[in-house]
C-alpha cells in the first residue's frame, strides 16, 4: 500500500480551530506562486503550501489557543532584540518617543484592524491525516526526499528540518505526500498533515487538503476582540503584550 509505513492520524474528535481575516474563514485561500529557483528561504508562502498551485491549504489547530499562537508570532520581539535596541540607544530618547515600548505589543484598536475571525468545525468521520512528526513517517519519506534534505543542507529529516522557515524544503515535502494520497481513482486517502507548531508551545497543527475533511454546516464563527480568554492566554505564552 502506497501508505506502509506512515503514521496515520484521526483529526481531533472535538474539531479544529481557524484563526484569519480571510472573507470565507473554512475556505481555503489560493495557493502562492510556484515554488521558483529565485525563491527567498522565508518567502509569503506558508510551510505545507503546495510547491506547484496543484492544491489549496486550510491551516487549522487542535486547540483556539493554538490557532491564535499562529496569527500571534509576526508580533513577538524576542528579548535580546530588545535588549541589543536598548543597548544601540546611547542617549535618552526624545520627548515624543519616551514612552515607546519595545516590546511591541497589540492595542484593542489594533486587534479591531486586524479583522481576525475565529472559526470552528467539527471533523467528517472516516478520514484521516499524515503525521509527518512521527519517527514512522519520517523514515518512510526519507527515500523520496534524500535529495530535497541534500540540497538543503540538512543532515536528517527530523524536527530541525520540519519545523525550518525554508519554505523551498517544507512545500516539496508537502506536495510528495499530497501526490502520495491520491489513489488511482484520483481521489484521496488522507486529509492533510499532522504537524506541530514552530512556536515553543509546541501546539498541535492540520494542514488540511480538499475535499475538506470538516462538516461545515455545524461550522461557528465569532469576531476576534482582545477579550479572547485564548487570545489572551496565548499572547501570554508567547510574551505577546495585550494594550488594553
Known sequence: M????????DLPPGGVWRVTNWPEPLEP?????????????????????????????????????GAFGEKLS????????????????????DEEFADDDLAGGLTREEIEDLDWKLAWAPRLGG????????????????PRIA???????FPRLDRVALRTSRRGFTRRIAGYLHELSIDDSGNLEAS??????RLPPC??????????????????????????????????????????
Open 74 to 93: 509576526s508580533f513577538r520581539l524576542e528579548p535580546a532584540v530588545v535588549r541589543a535596541i536598548e543597548e544601540f540607544l546611547e542617549e535618552e530618547a
Open 192 to 197: 492533510g498533515i499532522r504537524y506541530e507548531s
Open 147 to 153: 535529495g530535497a534534505l541534500g540540497a538543503f543542507g
Open 29 to 65: 485561500p489560493p495557493p502562492p506562486p510556484p515554488i521558483s529557483k529565485e525563491e527567498r528561504d522565508n518567502d509569503e508562502s506558508r510551510r505545507w503550501d503546495a510547491p506547484d498551485r496543484e492544491f489549496r491549504t486550510l491551516y487549522c489547530a487542535t486547540q483556539e489557543e
Open 203 to 244: 501546539w498541535e497543527c492540520w494542514a488540511l487538503w480538499e475535499p475538506l475533511p470538516l462538516d461545515t454546516s455545524q461550522a461557528k464563527i465569532e469576531r476576534v476582540t482582545i477579550d479572547h480568554r485564548a487570545l489572551r492566554s496565548a499572547a501570554a505564552k508567547l510574551g505577546v503584550p495585550l494594550l488594553d
Open 2 to 9: 502506497k501508505f506502509d509505513g506512515f503514521a496515520l492520524v
Open 127 to 142: 478520514t484521516q491525516a499524515i503525521d509527518i512528526t512521527a519517527s514512522r513517517s519520517k523514515l518512510a519519506a526519507l
